[in-house]
């Protein structure tokens, strides 16, 4: 059974850092690209960042470059991603997927989701 359980989410001021993790476990961790997702209330779920499983292509969303950071530790079966000078828009519930292509499909695993509140 494949699991992918997000954490690090919390409240934070705007300006700030978070770091989400989310662990793998039931599936060969490297034969995955992992991607964030995020939805923030009243919008569609977006692509955040992904990192490719072979030569570790890495890959932003406009809105997020230069702030946001992923990785991954295969040998810990977890993929991170470090969030730096947070804004209020950063405001969402954070997912993680692991799909084997480098795009979206309706076979990728997803967590549950961690929620990030940026918020003075």
């Known amino acids: 059974q494949v699991q992918l359980v997000e954490s690090g989410g919390d409240l934070v001021q705007p300006g700030g850092s978070l770091r989400l993790s989310c662990e793998a476990s039931?599936?060969?961790?490297?034969?995955?690209?992992m991607k964030w997702y995020r939805q923030a209330p009243g919008t569609e779920r977006e692509l955040v960042a992904r990192?490719?499983?072979?030569?570790?292509?890495?890959q932003y969303s406009e809105s997020v470059k230069g702030r946001f950071k992923i990785s991954r530790d295969d040998a810990k079966e977890t993929v991170y991603l470090q969030m730096n000078s947070l804004r209020p828009e950063d405001t969402a519930v954070y997912y993680c997927?692991?799909?084997?292509?480098?795009?979206?499909?309706?076979?990728?695993?997803w967590g549950q989701g961690t929620r990030v509140t940026v918020s003075a």
């Open positions: 997927n692991a799909g084997r292509a480098w795009t979206q499909s309706i076979d990728d695993y």
């Open positions: 039931g599936l060969v961790f490297t034969d995955y690209v």
């Open positions: 990192i490719s499983n072979t030569i570790l292509i890495k």
